[in-house]
């Protein structure tokens, strides 16, 4: 089951520090909670936990991606708050200059496929960005593994990006009308009881596999680059192993930066399609254009 596929790789010194003097209540935890559980699901498909996350042993207890993707939520905040460093408004430092060229960027991105009103979903959006950018470029440097080199981390961030947007179409529309765009437009009654049906079927199936196909897309590619950097570093030691991940390492940032930015804006083109200027918004805006100008 590729849902639960677990990776190989040979934990990082910090996963080993960790598991070393944590693993042992987790792995109580495990054996005594979470373990049965999964047995009795996964006993209906005639198959067992070990046999779909491996071995349980204090060693593993805390999965090398679970540490991985904390350690990145942590990096994302001390690196906005240096980016951050102390706001000027007269004499901006090069930190923050950095992140308003980013804020920009994004918030740009945000109006443009959401549109206006979508400025409200910018912390989510941007949360996605920048956590997903940390995470990708993890892999770059010594000690760490990206996190999104796991599928249960992407597939954890596409399912909060599926529910979230359902949940804004939800919230905006009501559940009935967020249910009705799936039927397409209106239609005459002969052809809306043969075609909206199908358009219908057709439409919940494509919004129910977005999780997979958002999370598979992320894993693979920072999975696929992780493993051509390892096997051509391999190729001829020790030379390879320290002039090619310099080589590929422009490649490396190239795809980082490219994998954040399809997640981002597949995420942001899910909830355009469910998000839509409020009337009172569009009455307010006409009200502000008609007003005669005062001196």
């Keep these: ?77 001390i690196i906005i708050s240096l980016l951050k460093g102390k706001l000027s408004e007269d004499d901006p430092k090069h930190g923050q200059l950095t992140l308003e060229a980013g804020f920009l960027a994004i918030k740009d991105l945000v109006v443009s496929v959401i549109g206006n009103h979508g400025f409200q979903y910018f912390p989510v959006v941007a949360t996605f960005a920048v956590l997903i950018l940390v995470s990708n470029l993890m892999g770059q440097f010594p000690l760490f593994l990206p996190p999104t080199g796991s599928v249960n981390v992407t597939y954890a961030l596409a399912l909060t990006s599926f529910i979230y947007y359902n949940y804004v179409g939800i919230h905006e529309n009501g559940l009935l009308k967020h249910l009705a765009h799936f039927a397409g437009p209106k239609l005459p009654l002969v052809m809306a009881i043969i075609i909206t049906p199908l358009i219908f079927s057709i439409e919940i199936i494509s919004n129910m596999i977005r999780p997979f196909t958002l999370g598979i897309r992320l894993f693979a590619n920072m999975f696929a680059d992780e493993q051509l950097a390892s096997q051509v570093a391999g190729l001829a030691p020790p030379y390879t192993q320290f002039l090619i991940p310099v080589l590929l390492l422009p490649l490396a940032f190239f795809v980082a930066f490219v994998q954040t930015l399809v997640f981002t804006l597949l995420s942001m083109i899910y909830i355009s399609e469910v998000s839509h200027p409020h ?17």
Excluded: R
């Design 1 to 77: 089951m590729l849902l639960f596929a677990e990776e190989a790789h040979e934990a990082p010194l910090i996963v080993q520090f960790i598991n070393h003097y944590l693993g042992e209540p987790f792995y109580n935890f495990e054996m005594n909670v979470t373990k049965p559980l999964w047995d009795k699901f996964l006993g209906i498909f005639g198959s067992s936990a070990e046999g779909q996350f491996g071995p349980y042993t204090p060693e593993n207890a805390i999965p090398w991606y679970t540490i991985m993707f904390v350690i990145a939520c942590i990096l994302t905040v």
């Design 279 to 295: 009337e009172h918004d569009d009455h307010t805006v006409d009200h502000v254009e008609a007003a005669p100008a005062h001196a």
